[in-house]
């Protein structure tokens, strides 16, 4: 992953986003805001508001620590990109390099932002908007009163552990796992390099007898998805281990999966492909994420090498959320 983080969701999510720290980031890396400062660029439309962030995240050295966009005031108003650095660029600068990738000039120049002596995390999990990825909603304990506590909703504090939704990659999976569970019942799912466990917690919610496994290779990270568990009262249904890989006995004994789920970088995904595909039962379908666009087509040809079919592909704010089948 990049070292910033932006989520950008496509048609069917919330159109709020928000900034969140790096994947396989702790809070510990995480610079306290004191340390940051804030370009801040606004426009009234919406795509350009998304060019503009997956340019600054993906196109212009360097890239932002942390990014956010989101609507100022609610639905209709100006969207707000705010670029979080701890050595920002000359915002001259920034705004001609953004004209230049983009081909047009930005409505306004991008400008120095004044931002509170705040502590990261608690800036985060303030402005972190609930995000809608398909019948779930993902939302921090601050919007638990305007989130509709039904089985979509999850509780995800941000910035424990990678996976509050506001990124694309977890967006991407959860939009698959949604598709996919309202025409499949699995029985038998692990959700590989879990961090929060948000994609876990999605499966029990939308497939209530499956058995659930997840696993990460940051004992923190299983830690922090123990407690999501409990917190969204699925704890009975999902086990978690510390792994790499499918290297715990565990993950191999409960059998071979009907669902698979790992949003980690192309590098371990290629890896794994062999013992990922061993893990999975015929016509049992498999997600990959956090792969870059560019990444996507090579790790198609190692899972087709290992015995899978493409079904589908979704790309999301300049990162490719697969979905294959295995033969
Ligand atoms: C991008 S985060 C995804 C977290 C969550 N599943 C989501 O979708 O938001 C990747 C996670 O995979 C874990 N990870 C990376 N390589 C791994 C490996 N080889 N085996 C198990 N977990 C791994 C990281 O520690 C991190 O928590």
């Not at 019948?135 to 509709?148: A, K, L, N, Q």
């Not at 919610?205 to 999501?228: C, E, F, H, Y």
């Not at 059998?255 to 970088?265: E, H, P, Q, S, T």
């Not at 061993?278 to 087709?304: F, K, M, T, W």
Request: proline share 6%; net charge negative.
């Amino acid at each position: 992953m990049t070292k910033n983080s932006v989520d950008q969701t496509a048609g069917t999510g919330s159109s709020q986003i928000g900034a969140v720290p790096s994947a396989n980031e702790s809070q510990d890396s995480v610079p306290a805001m004191a340390d940051l400062a804030a370009i801040l660029i606004e426009t009234e439309e919406r795509d350009l508001a998304r060019s503009i962030s997956g340019a600054l995240e993906n196109l212009i050295d360097p890239a932002p620590d942390a990014l956010s966009i989101f609507e100022s005031n609610g639905p209709g108003s100006p969207w707000r990109i705010t670029a979080y650095y701890q050595e920002p660029p000359d915002p001259a600068a920034l705004t001609k390099d953004l004209e230049a990738i983009l081909g047009q000039s930005l409505p306004e120049p991008a400008r120095l932002e004044d931002i509170p002596d705040l502590n990261w995390v608690a800036m985060s999990q303030a402005a972190l908007p609930p995000v809608q990825a398909g019948r779930f909603t993902i939302h921090g304990s601050h919007d638990r009163h305007r989130v509709p506590q039904g089985p979509g909703a999850i509780l995800i504090e941000a910035g424990e552990a990678f996976g509050t939704a506001h990124h694309a990659t977890t967006y991407g999976c959860l939009l698959a796992i949604d598709k996919l569970t309202r025409n499949n019942h699995f029985r038998n799912v692990l959700d590989l390099g879990c961090g929060t466990g948000v994609l876990a917690i999605a499966v029990a919610r939308a497939n209530p007898r499956a058995k659930i496994l997840a696993s990460d290779i940051d004992p923190g990270s299983v830690d922090v998805a123990k407690t999501n568990f409990q917190a969204n009262r699925v704890a009975n249904r999902i086990r978690a281990y510390v792994a790499a890989g499918l290297g715990h006995p565990a993950l191999r004994r409960e059998g071979r999966y009907d669902l698979l789920i790992a949003n980690i970088l192309a590098g371990p995904l290629i890896m794994l492909a062999r013992d990922v595909s061993h893990a999975v039962v015929p016509g049992g379908y498999l997600v990959l994420s956090g792969l870059l666009n560019d990444q996507a087509d090579e790790i198609v040809a190692h899972y087709r090498a290992a015995g899978f079919m493409l079904h589908e592909k979704t790309r999301i704010a300049g990162w490719t959320t697969l979905v294959l089948v295995r033969l």
